[in-house]
């Protein structure tokens, strides 16, 4: 059974920092391109950041460049989002979501949400 699970979201001072985890199952980790998207009601859901599966480069949305890192563990299958400095625009429901697409296309693709796999999201409250 395919799973990703995200944890670590909770309520942070502006200015602050905080670590989502994604725990994925189910399937092969290291074929998979990985990446984080958030929500907030309303609203579409918006790209964060991705990382890719064969080199691990990483992708981040213009928003949030400088501030939020994404990375992995494959021994653990598992990815990550370091928050720093979150700003109450940081406020949203935080997903996991995993693609497998030739490497040359990994970062259009998770840039459109087109992704396979999602897990169903930890909420982060940015308080200012």
């Known amino acids: 059974q395919v799973q990703l699970v995200e944890s670590g979201g909770g309520l942070v001072q502006e200015g602050g920092s905080l670590r989502l985890s994604c725990v994925a199952s189910?399937?092969?980790?290291?074929?998979?391109?990985f990446g984080w998207f958030r929500q907030t009601p309303g609203k579409e859901r918006e790209y964060v950041a991705g990382?890719?599966?064969?080199?691990?480069?990483?992708d981040y949305a213009d928003s949030v460049k400088g501030r939020l890192t994404i990375s992995r563990n494959s021994l653990a299958n598992t990815i990550y989002l370091q928050m720093n400095n979150v700003k109450p625009e940081d406020t949203a429901v935080y997903f996991c979501?995993?693609?497998?697409?030739?490497?040359?296309?990994?970062?259009?693709?998770?840039?459109?949400?087109?992704?396979?796999?999602w897990g169903k999201g930890t909420l982060v409250t940015v308080s200012s």
């Open positions: 979501a995993a693609v497998s697409t030739p490497l040359g296309s990994a970062v259009p693709t998770m840039r459109r949400g087109d992704m396979r796999y």
């Open positions: 990382i890719r599966s064969n080199d691990g480069t990483k």
């Open positions: 189910g399937f092969t980790f290291r074929n998979y391109h």
